[in-house]
């Protein structure tokens, strides 16, 4: 449905927040010229397993549960190969990753990402996570942690507190450095 919307209104910046995270990663997966760029906060994450309630294998290709393209080409999610990296900084989970070489989200490659994540989410302590994954995919990816430039104490609802417009603001000027529109 995401990519049938963008096949009738042209390209867009693709917002997801939290669950739609995966939604946003597939749509751009069916149609990367049609995506300027992914502004994802606090995305369904960690790759490749649960980190709230459990740590369970989730998300077998990595950030989604239903296949996106590699390359090397992917036929089964098993095809995969996984190893765990642990975390250098205490408070955060440790990740897994691709086992090197990696292979390279194909499709997300050329499309711009900004993942944003507040300090008193439970996002906090895996975010890094899909940051590292993408990244080793080859995707260009942007990481603003809301206490790096000074925002403490947000949660995961963070467009629904008082400093909402200023986390907005932030979003909207790495749109405006980042996106060419024509």
């Known amino acids: 449905a995401g990519a049938a919307l963008l ?23 069916i149609r990367p010229n049609l995506v300027k760029a992914i502004v994802s906060i606090e995305p369904k994450g960690p790759p490749f397993r649960e980190a709230v309630f459990s740590n369970k ?3 077998s290709w990595g950030i ?3 296949p996106i393209a590699y390359d090397p080409i992917v036929n089964s999610s098993s095809d995969l190969s996984t190893v765990e990296i ?12 691709q086992k090197t070489p990696a292979r390279t989200l194909t499709n997300l490659v050329n499309i711009s990402v900004l993942i944003e994540t507040s300090q008193a989410s439970y996002h906090a ?6 940051v590292e994954f993408l990244r080793q995919a080859g995707v260009k990816v942007d990481f603003i942690r809301l206490e790096d430039i000074e925002i403490y104490g947000n949660g995961h609802m963070q467009m629904m507190e008082k400093n909402n417009l200023h986390i907005a603001d932030i979003l909207h000027q790495w749109i405006r450095k980042t996106v060419h529109i024509e």
């Open 125 to 130: 302590v895996y975010d890094h996570c899909t």
């Open 86 to 97: 642990p975390s250098i900084h205490e408070n955060y989970t440790s990740c897994i990753l």
């Open 57 to 59: 294998s989730s998300r």
């Open 7 to 29: 096949d009738k209104i042209g390209a867009a910046i693709l917002l997801t927040h939290s669950q739609s995270g995966s939604f946003g990663w597939l749509i751009a997966d």
């Open 64 to 66: 989604t549960d239903i």
